[in-house]
Nanobody
Framework: QVQLVESGGGKVQAGGSLRLSCAAS????????MGWYRQAPGKQRDMVAR???????NYVDTVKGRFTISRDNAQSTVFLQMNSLKPEDTAVYYC??????????????WGQGTQVTVSS
């Protein structure tokens, strides 16, 4: 089981920046991909950005050019740099990891979520 611990959320004015971090720990052979999802009140949880073990990234169209996902060399921590934030970016942001546990099929873990609030 992989545990994910997020940090970096908070309140910021429109146009500001925040940086989210997510650290993975636990028992796994390798992490296939890590990503960030967000869920606004009354809406479904949607992917924001994702990075694979090979470094491939993809973003939802609404954040392209503003958000950047990256990871550390050990590939156990993922970051989301969020610039030019807009009120519509307000949501709870969740870290997600897909990984291979020892001797088992791929699993998926979620972080506890961190609130991002952007005021106009």
């Amino acid at each position: 089981q992989v545990q994910l611990v997020e940090s970096g959320g908070g309140k910021v004015q429109a146009g500001g920046s925040l940086r989210l971090s997510c650290a993975a720990s636990g028992s796994y052979v390798n992490i296939i991909a890590m990503g960030w999802y967000r869920q606004a009140p009354g809406k479904q949880r949607d992917m924001v950005a994702r990075i694979t073990s090979r470094g491939s990234t993809n973003y939802v169209d609404t954040v392209k050019g503003r958000f950047t996902i990256s990871r550390d060399n050990a590939q156990s921590t993922v970051f989301l740099q969020m610039n030019s934030l807009k009120p519509e970016d307000t949501a709870v942001y969740y870290c997600n990891a897909k990984y291979h546990p020892p001797f088992d099929r791929p699993h998926e873990s979620w972080g506890q979520g961190t609130q991002v609030t952007v005021s106009s």
